[in-house]
């Protein structure tokens, strides 16, 4: 069974940073308020499993992947973010 994805803090502002989006656009997109987004990332205050479920279906549909720690990259690699791959349309010819 897979492991439940978890959100960082640091993921949360690098995603946000990927996205080039704004607390408030992260909040408006995820349907919870800007200081639930700004208190999570500052470590303030932890969230609700299902606000931060909102936040990372958010993040995903945005184009971001969470990457969990102890992924691919051995036992001891820490948890990231990075870009989605994007299909391009192959170019016409001529």
Known sequence: MPHAKI?????CR???????????ELADRAGVSRSTVKDFETERHALHHSTE???????????????????DQGA???????????????????
């Open 7 to 11: 959100l960082l803090p640091a993921q």
């Open 14 to 24: 690098g995603a946000r940073g990927l996205l080039s989006w704004s607390q408030g």
């Open 53 to 71: 479920r909102l936040l990372i279906d958010a993040l995903e549909a945005g184009g971001v992947a969470l990457i969990p720690p102890g992924n």
């Open 76 to 94: 001891e690699a820490g948890a990231g973010v990075r870009l989605k791959l994007v299909s391009q349309p192959a170019p016409s010819g001529g």
